[in-house]
T-cell receptor, first 111, second 110 residues
Framework: DVKVTQSSRYLVKRTGEKVFLECVQDMDHENMFWYRQDPGLGLRLIYFSYDVKMKEKGDIPEGYSVSREKKERFSLILESASTNQTSMYLC??????????FGPGTRLTVT | KNEVEQSPQNLTAQEGEFITINCSYS?????LHWLQQHPGGGIVSLFMLSSGKKKHGRLIATINIQEKHSSLHITASHPRDSAVYICAVTSGGSNYKLTFGKGTLLTVNP
């Protein structure tokens, strides 16, 4: 079974803090994704990566950056957290086709 | 960009009822996905289909490519089916990106 894990289920940070969200997959998948999910808006793609050190912006990259130094790990970075980044963050991975496997999510609250 | 619309947004049913959730999209796709998300939980893929019909247990997914429409059916619904059901599509020649509907919150009462 594919396993996608995220570093925290719940996280509370203060405005202006630098925040790291980590995602690890154990199936040697090439593609990894970061989404945020908000009520009434559904899931929106922040960034994705199709290989080590390769990344592309998604639909809402502003205020975020990413890092993929190893194939199994994809990090989402909030350089200076703001209250409008309070959300559920979901990581996903896929091999080469369209089917994606999701992590359990991190509920981030920025106060 | 593909627009994905789901209906209804919220659905309440009694245990045992037959349930249908609908999804429509605006441009051609390579695949359509039905996903399930339980409260506080991660997302699980139920189906991925590009034509016809798929069945898994009490769940059935159909797609009509000409009409750009898909349905998810649940037969003999049960309270454990209570979840958010999300439709997503892969299109535009990209195998990477999904475009998501906003989800349907299903509550099945005993």
């Amino acid at each position: 079974d594919v396993k996608v894990t995220q570093s925290s289920r719940y996280l509370v940070k203060r405005t202006g803090e630098k925040v790291f969200l980590e995602c690890v997959q154990d199936m040697d998948h090439e593609n990894m994704f970061w989404y945020r999910q908000d009520p009434g808006l559904g899931l929106r793609l922040i960034y994705f990566s199709y290989d080590v050190k390769m990344k592309e912006k998604g639909d809402i990259p502003e205020g975020y950056s990413v890092s993929r130094e190893k194939k199994e790990r994809f990090s989402l970075i909030l350089e200076s957290a703001s209250t409008n980044q309070t959300s559920m963050y979901l990581c996903a991975s896929s091999l080469s086709g369209p089917e994606q496997y999701f992590g359990p999510g991190t509920r981030l609250t920025v106060t | 960009k593909n627009e994905v619309e789901q209906s209804p947004q919220n659905l309440t049913a009694q245990e045992g009822e037959f349930i249908t959730i609908n999804c429509s999209y605006s441009v051609g796709i390579s695949a359509l996905h039905w996903l399930q998300q339980h409260p506080g939980g991660g997302i699980v893929s139920l189906f991925m289909l590009s034509s016809g019909k798929k069945k898994h247990g009490r769940l059935i997914a159909t797609i009509n490519i000409q009409e750009k429409h898909s349905s998810l059916h649940i037969t003999a619904s049960h309270p454990r089916d209570s979840a958010v059901y999300i439709c997503a599509v892969t299109s535009g020649g990209s195998n990477y990106k999904l475009t998501f509907g906003k989800g349907t919150l299903l509550t099945v009462n005993p």
